[in-house]
């Protein structure tokens, strides 16, 4: 409701108060020339507010949209990582197998090569044996051996 003076806006307000509160009940705001326009203001901005927040809401749920489809994409590479993990532990057992079946492969050939040269000299000492302390025995004459 517009009182055109502020002298009477400002009487309103001192002396008939129990009129202002009435008219706040039914939603009646009271208004002088000077209010009048920062009301128009206000409600100006109010209804610009109402534009915006439908412009909001509906730019928060794309933003939702997208937060959903990032959920998705994260689960989806965390997927991802957890199978490399997998796969790289697997891939690691298995080189440690083949590393251990090395291990025992050079531990065998190293094993024959030490038994192949025990062969060896073994051979040589009892060829030696055999060979050296034999006394070479002159052939008596009218033996066999003469020769």
Do not use: Y
């Given at each position: 409701?517009?009182?055109?003076?502020?002298?009477?806006?400002?009487?309103?307000?001192?002396?008939?108060?129990?009129?202002?509160?009435k008219?706040?009940?039914?939603?009646?705001?009271?208004?002088?020339?000077?209010?009048?326009?920062?009301?128009?203001?206000?409600i100006?901005?109010?209804?610009?507010?109402?534009?915006?927040?439908?412009?909001?809401?509906?730019?928060?749920r794309?933003?939702?949209?997208?937060?959903?489809?990032?959920?998705?994409?994260?689960?989806?590479?965390?997927?991802?990582?957890?199978?490399?993990?997998?796969?790289?532990?697997?891939?690691?057992?298995?080189?440690?197998?083949?590393?251990?079946?090395?291990?025992?492969?050079?531990?065998?050939?190293?094993?024959?090569?030490?038994?192949?040269?025990?062969?060896?000299?073994?051979?040589a000492?009892?060829?030696?044996?055999?060979?050296?302390?034999?006394?070479?025995?002159?052939?008596?004459?009218?033996?066999?051996?003469?020769g």
């Amino acid at each position: 409701m517009f009182v055109p003076s502020e002298s009477l806006f400002a009487e309103l307000h001192e002396n008939f108060a129990d009129i202002v509160q009435k008219a706040n009940r039914a939603r009646v705001v009271i208004v002088s020339p000077s209010l009048l326009m920062l009301s128009i203001q206000v409600i100006q901005s109010i209804l610009r507010m109402r534009k915006q927040a439908h412009v909001v809401q509906s730019e928060v749920r794309f933003l939702m949209e997208d937060v959903g489809r990032l959920e998705d994409r994260v689960a989806k590479l965390q997927q991802r990582h957890r199978q490399t993990g997998e796969a790289i532990e697997q891939i690691l057992t298995s080189a440690g197998k083949i590393s251990r079946r090395s291990e025992r492969i050079d531990a065998l050939d190293l094993d024959e090569e030490e038994e192949a040269r025990r062969s060896v000299a073994d051979v040589a000492d009892e060829t030696s044996e055999d060979v050296l302390p034999i006394p070479l025995k002159r052939a008596e004459p009218g033996s066999a051996r003469a020769g």
